[in-house]
């Protein structure tokens, strides 16, 4: 067989040819990682321990987010509620319930409750809740109709990427409402919604931003 190449020319294509395998490989990993369901799919809802219902607790009993879920207003974390904040009522109603039954085992065993993350974002974005929560972004807009979601559980409303992230970050003033009404569902917005919020932004040097240190440190 002629040879095309010096014999010696022949390692560089192949180490190249390597490397592109090993890149590649690498590039299916990360994507595989990060583009996986509990990262990035609008409508993920895994099973969860108890069939706990916000539709029933919040839009027929009228319960507000922050009784269970406190922290959101002050803190980086939503937290999911202990157990004892289900006993509270749960030590006197349905008390005999299946239904129940691993939240009585949890409060006997003094055990949390093991629930499933749904919302998740990749550890290298950082994300408070406190700095959104504060400065006018309701749960609804980035966690959608929690109160018609019912004991099949919660699922991922919105995509949290960064193109998401940034296209709030880039024009508040379509998405704020007033503070009283962050927790509130199917908030309508009044006729001078875009106005009254530039007003807020100017009043409040609300600026959400926009470079890559903000959210990758
Ligand atoms: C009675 C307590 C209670 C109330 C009130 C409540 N929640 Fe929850 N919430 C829970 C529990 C328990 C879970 C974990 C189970 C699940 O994900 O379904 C949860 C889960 C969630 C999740 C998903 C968390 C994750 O893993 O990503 C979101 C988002 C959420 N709640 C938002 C809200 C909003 C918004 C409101 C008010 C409209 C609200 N919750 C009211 C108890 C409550
Ligand atoms: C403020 C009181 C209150 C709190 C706090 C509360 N619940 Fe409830 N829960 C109720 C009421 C009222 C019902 C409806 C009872 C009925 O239908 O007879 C209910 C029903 C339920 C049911 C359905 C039971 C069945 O068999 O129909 C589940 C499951 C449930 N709650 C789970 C939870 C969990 C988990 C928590 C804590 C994260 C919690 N609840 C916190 C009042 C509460
Ligand atoms: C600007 C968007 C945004 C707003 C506003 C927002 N959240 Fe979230 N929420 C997220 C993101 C993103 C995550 C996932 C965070 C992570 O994985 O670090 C999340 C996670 C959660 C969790 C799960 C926490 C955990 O540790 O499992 C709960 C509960 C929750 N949010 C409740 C709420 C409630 C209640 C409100 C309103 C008071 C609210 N969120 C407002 C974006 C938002
Ligand atoms: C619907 C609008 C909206 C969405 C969606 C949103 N943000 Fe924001 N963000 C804001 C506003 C408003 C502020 C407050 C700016 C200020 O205080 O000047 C803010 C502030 C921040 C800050 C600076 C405050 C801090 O915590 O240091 C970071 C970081 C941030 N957002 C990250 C994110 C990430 C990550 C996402 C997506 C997962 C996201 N945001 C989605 C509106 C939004
Ligand atoms: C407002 C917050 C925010 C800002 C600002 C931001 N990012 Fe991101 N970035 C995110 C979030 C959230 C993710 C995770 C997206 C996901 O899980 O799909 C992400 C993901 C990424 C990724 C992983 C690949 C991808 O697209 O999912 C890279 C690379 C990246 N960001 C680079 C940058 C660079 C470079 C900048 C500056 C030009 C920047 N980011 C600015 C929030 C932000």
């Known amino acids: 067989m002629p040879q095309l190449f010096p014999k010696k020319a022949n390692t ?16 299916v990993v990360l994507v595989w990682y990060y583009f996986s369901p509990e990262f990035t799919t609008v409508g993920y809802q895994p099973d969860q321990p108890v069939p706990y219902s916000h539709e029933l607790h919040v839009d027929k009993l009228g319960m507000d987010c922050q009784y269970c879920h406190t922290n959101v207003a002050n803190s980086k974390h939503a937290n999911i509620p202990p157990t004892q904040t289900c006993m509270n009522c749960h030590n006197q109603i349905q008390t005999e319930s299946p239904n129940l039954l691993k939240v009585r085992e949890s409060w006997a065993e003094d055990e949390p409750i ?8 990749p550890d290298y974005a950082h994300f408070s809740h406190a700095a959104h929560v504060d400065k006018g ?12 979601m019912g004991a099949e559980g919660v699922y991922q409303a919105e995509p949290l990427s960064m193109g998401w992230c940034l296209e709030c970050h880039r024009q508040p003033e379509l998405y704020l409402r007033p503070d009283d009404q962050i927790t509130a569902m199917g908030y309508t917005q009044p006729a001078n919604f875009v106005e009254r919020n ?19 440190y």
């Open 12 to 27: 560089l294509p192949v180490l190249s040819l390597v490397g592109a395998l090993l890149g590649g490989v690498l590039l």
């Open 114 to 121: 093991q629930w499933t993350k749904v919302n998740h974002l």
């Open 137 to 148: 972004v309701g749960c609804e807009t980035c966690h959608g109709r929690i109160d018609k």
């Open 198 to 216: 530039l007003g807020r932004i100017r009043d409040e040097n609300i600026q959400p931003p926009t470079n890559c240190s903000a959210c990758h």
